[in-house]
């Protein structure tokens, strides 16, 4: 919903709007060669409009002098005028469909193009960025900005420039061949008729808005009543939840009433004024006829015009009111265009060199937000080929180290190093190319689970796939299923289990067979068994590769090279398993409570 902070300050958002319609202007300008025909067509179109009463003129005139004079001139056909009249209206017709037809490509192409632009920049975006925004909301500003695109460029060419153009053309007809005061009367009705619709359609909107309003709310009560459909049995809430509906809708029922019946107001006033004009207009035309400065066809020309005029202008009250929604609309999605993306390539940016991938962060600082710090003065190295894990507590910044090696954020202070390179001074997509995680939180394309594993080398052959399944453990699994690599995992991967899941963003990370890689829990889903059976696929995945595991479960991580225990954002122990449980503090401590927790012999593995 488009939110006007200071409405007073009409002239800000008026520029606002100049500079949006500027900034469509190259969209157009790409296409200039049919913009330019388009345009072409569309005066043909209004010449030919304009012309008709005027060849209807000639027509009234020379059937009237032969009328008039019967008995003297025999009747004769005004074949040539006719035929000439019936042109017009065919020119009239094909110029305007032509103009639709040649335009309809760049109004198609600009609502293309910007979609794209949009989100190509919604994926240039951060992490952040989209963690604060609902996906659902974008795609609402998305869809309406293209939409608000389209319609602005419709307006133009079609309603707002022709009825500027036909304007001009009436206005030379009228002042050239006739008394200043048609003129002035037609264009002085066309004022009033303007002001008068500008005035009704503000004071209108506000009635639907308000049914606009009323509308989402019954129809989010609604909606939040039947999802909770257990609750509200629970409860035995069914009349609460009813009354409360009926309620807004009857405030939805009120405003749409009145929205309505001010319509009818609006419709009423413009008929009003144009007849008022029309007649005062044709008793002057009367007037010159019975004092016959004007001939009959004058006052028929006269007439037509002016009713030709207002047939686009009682659109409007209509336009006016969806450019207003569709300039607020595109403003939106021009907002988020100009959104900066946080996390950006250095211009000088370097291509990742990875030679044997140790990875060191050295005094990492970070907060989400300033009010929070998560990370304090974070140090370590994981040497090329060896395995790092970090444990602790929920909350204590685990993931945030994942997240930071990733680059999805900067750090405050500190640094974050591959191979001796800074992460922030070398390509984004050389850095994650170079890094496969295994996520907290794996969620799935709704599509085969063979597009969900193959997601990570789009080349790879089905081959490879299944190879990759297979190390995950899954394999047997996605064989034993009826629709087997072709099975849709449903929105977000909601068919799968967590577990199978897991298995798959593990075969993912196998296929993608990057140097560097992050398991994040990536075994938490799993029963001991399954957990026992992919841990040792991934010891031999992990071979060879700089590994980083973040763990709850300490039995799976005793034999990394070294251990991070933290907690609250700081290591608070490091070293080995043995080391660790020597030194007595919170990880033997951790030890202790899981071993007794768990009776499974595996897990006894030491
Ligand atoms: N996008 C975010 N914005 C603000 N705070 C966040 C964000 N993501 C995480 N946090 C906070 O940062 C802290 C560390 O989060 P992180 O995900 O690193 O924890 P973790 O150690 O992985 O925990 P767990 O073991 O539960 O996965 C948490 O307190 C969390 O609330
Ligand atoms: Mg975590």
């Avoid at 072709?486 to 577990?499: A, H, P």
Wanted: charged share 20%; net charge negative; glycine share 6%.
């Amino acid at each position: 919903m488009y939110v006007n902070f200071r409405p007073t300050e009409a002239p800000h958002s008026e520029r606002n709007d100049l500079q949006n319609i500027k900034r469509m202007l190259p969209f157009l300008w790409s296409y200039r060669g049919r913009v330019f025909i388009a345009l072409a067509s569309l005066m043909l179109a209004k010449f030919a409009i304009v012309g008709i009463p005027l060849v209807l003129k000639e027509i009234v005139d020379q059937l009237d002098v032969t009328l008039a004079d019967t008995a003297s001139i025999p009747v004769e056909l005004p074949l040539a005028l006719l035929l000439g009249y019936g042109a017009l209206r065919l020119a009239n017709v094909l110029f305007s469909e032509l103009r639709d037809a040649v335009f309809s490509r760049v109004r198609y192409r600009a609502m293309r193009d910007i979609s794209t632009k949009v989100v190509r920049h919604l994926y240039q975006l951060s992490l952040g960025f989209h963690l604060e925004r609902r996906t659902g909301g974008i795609s609402r500003d998305l869809e309406r900005g293209t939409r608000s695109l389209s319609s602005i460029l419709n307006y133009l060419t079609f309603n707002i420039i022709p009825t500027m153009v036909e304007f001009v053309l009436v206005a030379a007809v009228l002042f050239s061949q006739y008394d200043s005061h048609f003129a002035l009367i037609t264009f002085g009705t066309v004022v009033v008729y303007l002001a008068y619709t500008m005035a009704v359609t503000e004071w209108r909107m506000h009635f639907r808005h308000e049914m606009n309003a009323h509308d989402s709310k019954a129809n989010s009560q609604a909606v939040d009543g039947l999802i909770n459909y257990e609750t509200v049995k629970y409860f035995n809430n069914e009349t609460y939840e009813l009354h409360r509906y009926d309620k807004t809708l009857n405030a939805w029922e009120d405003a749409a009433v009145k929205s309505t019946s001010s319509m009818a107001l609006l419709n009423f006033g413009q008929g009003a004024i144009i007849a008022i004009g029309v007649t005062i207009v044709m008793i002057f035309a009367a007037q010159g006829v019975v004092d016959k400065d004007m001939s009959l066809g004058d006052l028929v020309l006269v007439n037509a015009m002016m009713l030709q005029l207002f047939i686009p202008l009682g659109f409007l009250g209509i336009i006016y009111r969806s450019m207003k929604h569709a300039m607020a609309d595109m403003d939106l999605m021009f907002k988020l265009l100009d959104r900066q993306p946080e996390i950006l390539d250095q211009d000088d940016a370097n291509e990742l060199r990875v030679n044997n991938a140790t990875v060191k962060f050295e005094q990492v600082e970070f907060a989400y937000n300033p009010e929070r710090q998560i990370l304090h003065g974070i140090s370590f190295e994981i040497p090329p080929g060896k395995k790092l894990a970090v444990v602790g507590p929920s909350g204590a910044g685990k993931s945030t180290l994942a997240r930071l090696l990733f680059r999805f954020y900067d750090v405050d202070s500190g640094c974050i190093s591959v191979d001796g390179q800074d992460i922030r001074g070398i390509s984004q997509v050389s850095l994650r190319e170079a890094i496969g995680i295994v996520p907290q939180d794996t969620v799935l394309f709704n599509e085969s689970i063979f597009h969900n594993i193959q997601y990570a080398k789009p080349g790879a052959t089905e081959g490879e796939v299944r190879r990759a399944a297979k190390l995950a453990n899954i394999a047997e699994f996605i064989e034993n299923l009826p629709d087997g690599y072709d099975t849709i995992v449903g929105e977000r991967g909601l068919k799968l289990s967590g577990g199978e899941k897991q298995r798959v963003a593990i075969a993912r990370v196998i296929l993608k067979n990057p140097n560097i890689l992050v398991f994040d829990e990536a075994t938490s889903s799993l029963d001991s068994h399954s957990e026992q059976v992919i841990l040792q696929s991934l010891r031999e995945v992990a071979e060879e590769h700089t590994t980083l595991v973040i763990a709850h479960r300490l039995s799976t991580i005793i034999d990394a090279d070294q251990i991070l225990v933290m907690e609250q954002g700081m290591i608070v122990e490091q070293g080995t398993h043995q080391q660790l449980l020597a030194q007595q503090g919170l990880y033997a401590n951790l030890w202790q409570i899981q071993q007794e927790k768990e009776y499974d012999p595996v897990s006894e593995a030491d």
